[in-house]
């Protein structure tokens, strides 16, 4: 497994990843253990589509089986969307991690993820 130096990185893609977001912690975003890719998250948004009731969404980070929550219970207000991570606090997915998302209901939260893959 190795990680890319990102500051003389050979390739770097523009990638939008979209979640369905459902009550428990589910794959948002993978980075294979064998990728040989760093993901840099510069944004990452929760939409609540419901037209009655706000809506709770944790964010976090899976590595080596170990999860790292970054927000918990957040409320998200009815038909609105809420930034999580932003180019401000970036975050980087090396090999083998992966970003989750869950909600409180089902069918209630969409999560969106623009990252940039760095090889």
């Known amino acids: 497994m190795a990680i890319p130096n990102i500051l003389n990185a050979s390739i770097v893609y523009g990638r939008t990843a979209y979640s369905n977001v459902i009550n428990s912690l589910s794959n948002v975003l993978v980075n294979t ?10 944004n990452c948004t929760a939409a609540n589509t419901d037209t009655g009731n706000v809506a709770n969404v944790s964010l976090a980070v899976s ?7 970054l ?22 997915l090396e090999e083998g991690d992966t970003l989750q998302m869950s909600a409180d209901a089902n069918n209630r939260i969409w999560g969106t993820v623009v990252y940039e893959e760095i090889r």
């Open 33 to 42: 253990a064998s990728s040989g890719n760093s993901y840099r998250i510069v």
């Open 63 to 69: 590595r080596s089986g170990i999860v790292n929550y």
């Open 71 to 92: 927000a918990v219970g957040v409320n998200v207000p009815t038909r609105a969307s809420i930034v999580m991570l932003s180019k401000d606090n970036s975050l980087i």
